[in-house]
Each structure stands twice: as structure tokens, then as C-alpha cells.
């Protein structure tokens, strides 16, 4: 019995090969011109919606995915937006006094001095007369002890709180960002603290949210500790700008682009000069290029055959 079987397998085995090499055979001989034009061009579609299919699924799953609640904050024309476009300085003296009345009661600023506002927003007596409006604590002196000094240029922005501790148990428990770097640290930058800043509502539907926090569908999960801070009017601008919602946001969001990059106009100065540079150097490259080598384009070779002397 065990032979029948053994003998069997075998035999389909080889019908099974024999049938498969015949089909390869035929796939191999089988040329392109053979299939009609109407079933290259049927198959040709199915690609390529099938491929567009997938490439339009994939980017659906991404952007609506069920744990993104965060509204995505629109790209604004800003005025220091473009390849060689500065910061507007204006703005930027009066996002300073935005942050020094509203913001920093809550938000620190430990990488920024006031030396650095010199020359961007406030002349260097300005800035001085802003430092001298705090009182830092120094020493210690010839006794050992430590004192109180008005501030000077070198003097870091003040903190609101002494520690990270004293700072929650003021905010109900939330720790306020230091704002030093928030525009780079945040996904959309200034774009992101402007639409922040004006996008306090109401919660919809199906949305609970605790006391002491507040709606803001730009804030990651919507929930969000910091209560609206800018309305209109709510503070005085002295060059007679009109200190709407809207214009507080765009100055105070100027204001902390440029403290995270305070090198963003010169380095755009600088990347003028390079661009010119380079083009200067790029013609002058080009013209020794076809200087060195004329000699050897423009020669002509000429073969003038010997006869044979016989």
C-alpha cells in the first residue's frame, strides 16, 4: 500500500512540474504586443487609482486621526515672513510692553537681558530706564550680607515666582511656560500664539471641562489652565496704535519671535551679502573657466596625410 501511494505522489508531482514548466514556457514566449491596447490601458488606470487610493487613505488617517484634538493654527502673512523681510521693530517695542503688563505676571524670560533689547526695540537709555524699574537682589557686600540694587543692562528679565513649586500652587497646579524659546518650541510658531491667544470659546458639545481651566481648540487636548488674556484695549499703546485683540496678539507674537531669534535680521543681512557674493564669484568662476579653456575648444586639427615615396 505504501508503494501505491509512494508511486502516486510521485506521479503528480511530475504532471504538477511538467504543467508548470509548459505555462512558464508560454508566459516567457507571451510578448507585450500581444495584449490589446484596451486591457494596457484598463490595467493601467487600476494602478494607477489604486495607488492614488492608498496615498489619499494614508493622509486621511493621518490628519483626522480620532487623537488629534488640536485644531492646526493657518499660516498668516507675517511682515518678517519672507526670504529678506526684517522684523517689524515697532511691533516688537510694542510686544515688550505687552509682555511687561500682561504676560509677565505669569510667564518668566530667563534667556533674555534687557542689554538685548538695544537697538531693536529701545535705544540704550530706554533700556537702561527699563532695567532701573526692577530691583535685584545682589551681594553679598563688605558686611557679607546681600542687598537690593536697581537693575542694569546685564540683568536677566524678572521671574514672577522664585520656583516651579510656587508657580504651580499659584496657577492651580499648571506650570506657565517660560517664554524665551516658545516660538520655536511650538508647532506653528508665531502662528500658533497668535490663534492661541484669540481662540478662547465655549466648549461644544460633548466636551467637559473642568474648573479653573478654559477652551481653546489650538491648545493640544483643548483644555487649557491660562484664562484669555488679551482683549481690546487692554492696554494703552504710547505711539497711538489702536490696541485691539487682534493687534495685541500680533505684537506680542512679533515679540517672542524675536526673542527666540534675536540673530533673525541679521541673519538675513547676512544671507543677502552671501547671496551676492556668491553670484559675483559664480561670474567671475565662469569667465576664467571659458578663458582657461578657449585655447583648447578653438584649436583646430588638421591631418594632412604623407605620401609615400615609392
Request: aromatic content about 10%.
Amino acid at each position: 500500500m505504501a508503494g501505491i501511494l509512494s508511486r502516486f505522489s510521485s506521479n503528480v508531482i511530475q504532471v504538477s512540474r511538467n504543467g508548470f514548466s509548459r505555462a512558464q514556457k508560454q508566459l516567457s514566449t507571451l510578448s507585450l504586443n500581444e495584449v490589446s491596447t484596451s486591457k494596457k490601458l484598463f490595467w493601467s488606470t487600476v494602478g494607477i487609482i489604486g495607488t492614488t487610493g492608498v496615498v489619499v487613505l494614508v493622509g486621511l488617517e493621518k490628519s483626522v486621526a480620532a487623537g488629534d484634538l488640536q485644531a492646526h493654527p493657518p499660516h498668516l502673512p507675517w511682515n518678517h515672513s519672507g526670504f529678506i523681510d526684517s522684523l517689524d521693530h515697532a511691533s516688537v517695542r510694542r510686544g515688550y510692553q505687552i509682555y511687561k503688563q500682561v504676560c509677565a505676571a505669569c510667564h518668566s524670560m530667563h534667556y533674555l537681558c534687557y542689554r538685548h533689547l538695544v537697538g531693536v526695540s529701545h535705544t540704550e537709555a530706554e533700556a537702561k530706564a527699563e532695567a532701573e524699574e526692577i530691583m535685584v537682589k545682589d551681594g553679598p557686600n563688605d558686611e557679607g550680607n546681600m542687598f537690593m540694587r536697581p537693575g542694569k543692562l546685564s540683568d536677566k528679565f524678572p521671574s514672577p515666582y522664585e520656583n516651579e513649586e510656587a508657580a504651580r500652587f499659584s496657577n492651580n497646579g499648571a506650570y506657565p511656560p517660560d517664554l524665551s524659546l516658545i516660538a520655536n518650541a511650538r508647532h506653528g510658531g508665531e502662528d500658533y500664539i497668535f490663534h492661541l491667544l484669540l481662540g478662547y470659546m465655549d466648549p461644544p458639545a460633548g466636551v467637559v471641562i473642568r474648573d479653573g481651566q478654559y477652551y481653546n481648540p489650538y491648545f493640544p487636548g483643548g483644555a487649557i489652565s491660562m484664562a484669555q488674556a488679551l482683549y481690546n484695549e487692554v492696554v494703552e499703546y504710547p505711539d497711538g496704535t489702536e490696541a485691539t485683540a487682534s493687534q495685541t496678539a500680533k505684537d506680542i507674537s512679533t515679540f517672542l519671535r524675536w526673542a527666540a531669534e534675536p540673530e533673525h535680521d541679521t541673519r538675513k543681512r547676512w544671507t543677502i551679502k552671501a547671496t551676492l557674493m556668491f553670484a559675483l564669484l559664480t561670474a567671475i568662476t565662469f569667465y576664467m573657466k571659458r578663458h582657461v579653456w578657449s585655447t583648447l575648444k578653438s584649436r583646430k586639427i588638421a591631418f594632412k596625410p604623407v605620401s609615400k615615396k615609392e
